[in-house]
C-alpha cells in the first residue's frame, strides 16, 4: 500500500469513529460483585432512571429477593427517604416482602405513612403501588388500621385512587382466587368511600363478591339506591355475584331495580347480575322483565340466547353472551 | 412409547391439575406478576433532587459516603448499568456464558428478556437467535428461543417458516426439533399449510419430544386464534385427529387436553367420537380426558347420553369418577338425576351424589364455585413423576 492509498485510509476511519470504536472495542462481561445494600439500591435508582425494562423489572426483583437478607431499617430508611416515585415503589415493594417474610407487618409503618400523608401524590400513589401484589389488607389490619384503603381511595389525586383499584383487585385474584370476605368487603366500603364513579365501578366490577358476608352483601344493596347512576349499575352488577346463600334477596333487589330505574346502564347491569345468580335458571324471570323497557329486549334477548347453551360456568356464560351482544 | 422424563413429569403435572380439577377455574384467576414498569415515571426527567416531597434527605446522597453493608447472598455484578446502556444482539450472547457459569437465574431472565427487547421486529436478528439457539449446548437454545417466543418478529413470515422447517428436519435432536416448536407457540395464526406440517410432526411415531410439542403449539396457537377472533374448529379438528389416531399415549392426552384452555363450545359432531375415545381407548387417562372434553359443549344433552352410555361399560372407579362429576359440570343440577342413577349402580359414588346435591342446595349455580365446596373422596389423583 502506498503512502496515497494510507492516507485515505485514515481519512476514512477518522470521518467513521463509531465503525472503528465498533470493531475495536472488546465485549465487556459483567464481573461478579459482593452484594451490598447501597449498592443494591443504587443498582435499582439508576435502573429506574435510564435501565432497559427488562433491566428495571430484573433490578425491582434482585431487590425483592435481597430484602429476605438485608436488615430492615436499612429498607425502612430508604423508604422513608426516597423522592423518585419509581425508586418508592420499588423499594416498597422489597419492604413489603420483607414484612411478609419475616411476619413483622409493623415494619410497613414508613410506606403506609408516605401513602396516607407525604406532600406529593405521584409519591404516595407509589407508595400504595408498593403494596400491589402483598396481603395488604392484611397488614393494614395488623397495623391497627391506622391507614385504611377506605382513607386511601378518597386521595384527592386520581393517580392513589387508581392505584389502591389495581391493589385490590389484584390481591383478591392473584393472592386470594377471590375467596376472601375481608375483600370483599373492602372492596365494598372503597367504593361507597370514593366518591369516583370510576373507581366504584372497577372495584365492584373486579374484585370478587364469591365470600361476601351478608353485611357486606347488605351495604351494597343499598348502593342501589346511590344518587350516582354509574355506582348503581356498579353495586348491581356485584350483587350477580354474591354467595348462593344471599341470591334469592339479591334477586329480588335486582328485580325491583329493573322495573324502578330507568337509567339504561343500570338496568343492563341489573340483567347481568340476574342471569349470573341464576343462570340457566334465570331464563322465566329474564322472560318476565320483557316489556318493562322496550329498549332492553334485545339485551334480554341475548342473556336467553346465551342462556340457551345450558353453561354452567358463569365466565363461559358471559363470554358467549358478550359474542351475541357486547 | 419412548421414553422422555422431562415430557413425562410435565405431562403428569398436567393430569393431576386436571385430577383435581382445577384446570379450568383456576386459569381465569391467575395473575400476571411481570408487569412492565411504568413508562412515565422512569424516565430521565424525573428531578432527583426536587423539593416536593416531605422527605428531607435526597437517598442517593445519603448513601454516598457511608460504610457499605455487606448482604450475604450471592449474584451482584459489576458492570450490569453499562451492559444494559449498550447492549447489543453480541455482548447478550457473550453475558449469557457467564450467567450460566454463575448459574445466575435471574441475570439469565435479564439477558433473555433484554435480547427480547432488542429483536423488537426486527426478523434479521429474530434468525440469528435462530442461529444461535442451533449451534449452543443446552441450556442456551432454550434461553435464545425463549427470548425469540416473546419478540414481536418471531410472527415474520421469513422467522415462523425457519422455526417450522427446522422443527421437520429429521436430522436434528429431537429436542433441538422440539424447542423450534415451542418457539411457535406465541403465533397468532397458522395457515392451513403450517397446521397440515405440524400435524405431521405430531402423527410422527419416530418424532418423539417434537410429537409432543407439535401437538401443544396447535392447541397454544388454537387457543390464541381464538380469543383473538373466535376460530378454533380447523385447529379442533387437528387435535382431534391427533387424539384419535396417535400411536403415544401422551401426545392422544395432550391433544385432547388442549382446548381446556381456552374453553370452545365442542361442536355437536365431536361429541360422538369423543364419546367413542371415552369408551373405547385402552388408557384409563385418555378416556377421563375424553369426559373432561365432554364437559364443554354446544348441546350438553348429547353429552350427557354419552356420558350414561359410557358408565356400564367403565369398570375404573377413577374414570366413573370423571364421568360423574364432568356430567354435573356439562349440565349443573339438571344432571342430578343422572348423578344419583351413578350413585345407585357404584356405591362408592353415593357420597359425591350427595355432595353435588348439597351444594346445589345452597342456591349456588356457578360450577366453578360448586366444584370449590367440593371434598374428595377418591384417591385419583396422578402423582407427579408417577407412572400412570
Not at chain 2, 170 to 195: G, N, V, Y
Not at chain 2, 254 to 278: N, Q, R
Request: net charge neutral; aromatic share 4%; proline share 7%.
Amino acid at each position: 500500500m502506498g503512502p496515497r492509498m494510507k492516507k485515505t485510509c485514515v481519512l476514512w476511519l477518522s470521518l467513521l469513529p463509531g465503525l472503528a470504536l465498533a470493531q475495536g472495542a472488546p465485549i465487556s462481561i459483567p464481573a461478579p460483585a459482593a452484594c451490598t445494600v447501597e449498592g443494591m439500591l443504587d443498582e435499582v435508582r439508576v435502573a429506574m432512571k435510564t435501565g432497559s425494562p427488562a433491566y428495571q423489572r430484573y433490578a425491582r426483583l434482585r431487590l425483592k429477593e435481597a430484602a429476605i437478607a438485608m436488615p430492615p431499617e436499612a429498607l425502612g430508611r430508604a423508604v422513608s427517604q426516597e423522592r423518585d416515585p419509581a425508586v418508592l415503589e420499588a423499594v416498597g415493594a422489597a419492604l413489603a416482602t420483607k414484612a411478609s417474610n419475616a411476619q413483622k407487618p409493623e415494619l410497613l409503618q414508613p410506606l403506609l405513612s408516605r401513602a396516607k400523608q407525604d406532600v406529593d401524590p405521584g409519591l404516595r400513589a407509589a407508595a400504595v403501588r408498593a403494596l400491589k401484589g402483598a396481603p395488604s389488607v392484611e397488614f393494614m389490619a395488623k397495623n391497627g388500621d391506622v391507614v385504611t384503603y377506605e382513607q386511601l381511595v378518597r386521595d384527592s389525586a386520581p393517580e392513589v385512587r387508581q392505584a389502591v383499584v389495581e391493589n385490590l383487585v389484584t390481591e383478591s385474584a392473584g393472592i386470594y382466587f377471590g375467596h376472601n370476605a375481608e375483600l370483599a368487603e373492602t372492596a365494598v366500603k372503597a367504593a361507597a368511600a370514593s366518591g369516583d364513579p370510576s373507581v366504584a365501578t372497577r372495584l365492584l366490577g373486579e374484585v370478587s363478591m364469591e365470600a361476601a358476608s351478608p353485611e357486606a352483601v347488605r351495604q351494597l344493596t343499598s348502593q342501589l339506591r346511590s344518587e350516582d347512576p354509574g355506582m348503581r349499575a356498579a353495586a348491581a352488577k356485584a350483587l350477580g355475584g354474591v354467595p348462593g346463600t344471599e341470591s334469592p334477596g339479591a334477586r329480588r333487589s335486582l328485580t325491583a331495580l329493573y322495573r324502578s330505574d330507568s337509567d339504561l346502564a343500570v338496568r343492563k347491569s341489573a340483567l347481568e347480575g340476574l342471569a349470573r345468580l341464576g343462570q340457566s335458571s334465570a331464563r322465566p324471570l329474564l322472560e318476565s322483565l320483557r316489556g318493562v323497557d322496550p329498549r332492553m329486549d334485545p339485551e334480554i334477548d341475548a342473556w336467553l340466547g346465551a342462556l340457551k347453551l345450558n353453561l354452567q360456568e358463569w365466565h363461559l356464560l358471559l363470554r358467549e353472551k358478550q359474542r351475541l351482544r357486547p | 412409547m419412548t421414553s422422555r422424563p422431562s415430557f413425562k413429569v410435565a405431562l403428569a403435572g398436567l393430569v393431576l391439575l386436571l385430577a383435581v380439577g382445577v384446570v379450568w377455574w383456576r386459569g381465569a384467576a391467575r395473575s400476571d406478576d411481570a408487569d412492565p414498569p411504568t413508562p412515565g415515571l422512569t424516565g430521565p426527567s424525573v428531578p432527583t433532587a426536587a423539593p416536593a416531597s416531605s422527605a428531607p434527605v435526597a437517598a442517593a446522597s445519603a448513601t454516598s459516603k457511608a460504610p457499605r453493608e455487606q448482604i450475604p447472598m450471592p449474584g451482584c455484578w459489576d458492570g450490569l448499568a453499562a451492559l444494559d446502556r449498550s447492549a447489543t444482539l453480541e455482548s447478550l450472547h457473550a453475558a449469557v456464558s457467564a450467567a450460566i457459569q454463575a448459574r445466575d437465574t435471574a441475570l439469565v431472565a435479564y439477558l433473555q428478556e433484554r435480547l427480547t427487547e432488542l429483536v423488537g421486529e426486527d426478523p434479521d436478528r429474530a434468525l440469528q437467535l435462530v442461529t444461535w439457539a442451533m449451534k449452543a449446548a443446552p441450556p442456551e437454545p432454550a434461553i435464545y428461543l425463549e427470548a425469540l417466543k416473546a419478540a414481536p418478529a418471531v410472527r415474520h413470515p421469513r422467522v415462523s417458516e425457519k422455526l417450522l422447517s427446522v422443527a421437520e428436519d429429521k436430522s436434528l435432536a429431537a429436542p433441538d426439533r422440539a424447542s423450534a416448536l415451542d418457539a411457535l407457540e406465541t403465533q397468532h395464526r397458522f395457515t392451513p399449510d403450517m397446521r397440515n406440517r405440524l400435524k405431521s410432526i405430531a402423527l410422527d411415531d419416530s418424532a418423539d419430544a417434537a410429537a409432543w410439542m407439535a401437538t401443544r403449539t396447535l392447541g397454544r396457537v388454537m387457543k390464541e386464534d381464538y380469543q383473538r377472533t373466535g376460530t378454533y374448529a380447523p385447529y379442533w379438528k387437528d387435535l382431534l385427529d391427533i387424539g384419535t389416531t396417535s400411536e403415544d399415549t401422551a401426545v392422544r392426552l395432550l391433544a385432547l387436553e388442549m382446548p381446556s384452555y381456552s374453553d370452545p363450545l365442542i361442536d355437536s359432531g365431536s361429541i360422538d367420537t369423543l364419546a367413542k375415545v371415552m369408551r373405547t381407548d385402552k388408557e384409563r387417562d385418555v378416556r377421563e380426558m375424553a369426559a373432561f372434553r365432554l364437559a364443554v359443549t354446544e348441546d350438553p344433552q348429547k353429552a350427557l347420553a354419552a356420558f350414561r352410555a359410557a358408565f356400564d361399560g367403565e369398570h375404573d372407579l377413577c374414570v366413573r369418577w370423571a364421568i360423574l362429576r364432568f356430567a354435573v359440570r356439562a349440565a349443573g343440577a339438571d344432571a342430578l338425576p343422572l348423578v344419583e342413577e351413578f350413585a345407585r349402580k357404584d356405591p362408592r359414588l353415593r357420597q359425591d351424589y350427595l355432595d353435588f346435591k348439597a351444594l346445589y342446595a345452597t342456591g349456588t349455580t356457578d360450577f366453578a364455585r360448586i366444584w370449590l365446596g367440593k371434598k374428595e373422596h377418591h384417591d385419583c389423583v396422578v402423582e407427579e413423576g408417577a407412572p400412570h
